[in-house]
Nanobody, 114 residues
């Protein structure tokens, strides 16, 4: 059973940075396509960044140049480095493994506010 656990969320001022972590257990972070999604209040869940098994990455236009997805094989962990944060980045951020229904973490809250 694949399990994902996000951490690293919190309250940050506009222009600040946060780094989210997604610890993977029950499988390897290299085995599946991995992704970060987010869901703001009253909005649909949206794809933020994806890393394919071979390491290729894609980003939503809204975060390009500000967010970076990465993984650490030794720690079996996926990361999302978020810089130049904006109030509109406020959301619950979820880690997902695999395509289709996949496996989801419980989410971590990110709030960008002064």
């Amino acid at each position: 059973q694949v399990q994902l656990e996000e951490s690293g969320g919190g309250l940050v001022q506009p222009g600040g940075s946060l780094k989210l972590s997604c610890a993977v257990s029950g499988s390897s972070v290299r085995l599946y396509p991995m992704a970060w999604f987010r869901q703001a209040p009253g909005k649909q869940r949206e794809l933020v960044a994806r890393m394919w098994s071979g390491g290729y990455t894609t980003y939503a236009d809204s975060v390009k140049g500000r967010f970076t997805i990465s993984r650490d094989h030794a720690k079996n962990t996926l990361y999302l480095q978020m810089n130049s944060l904006k109030p509109e980045d406020t959301a619950v951020y979820y880690c997902k493994a695999a395509s289709g229904p996949g496996y989801w973490g419980q989410g971590t809250q990110v709030t960008v506010s002064s």
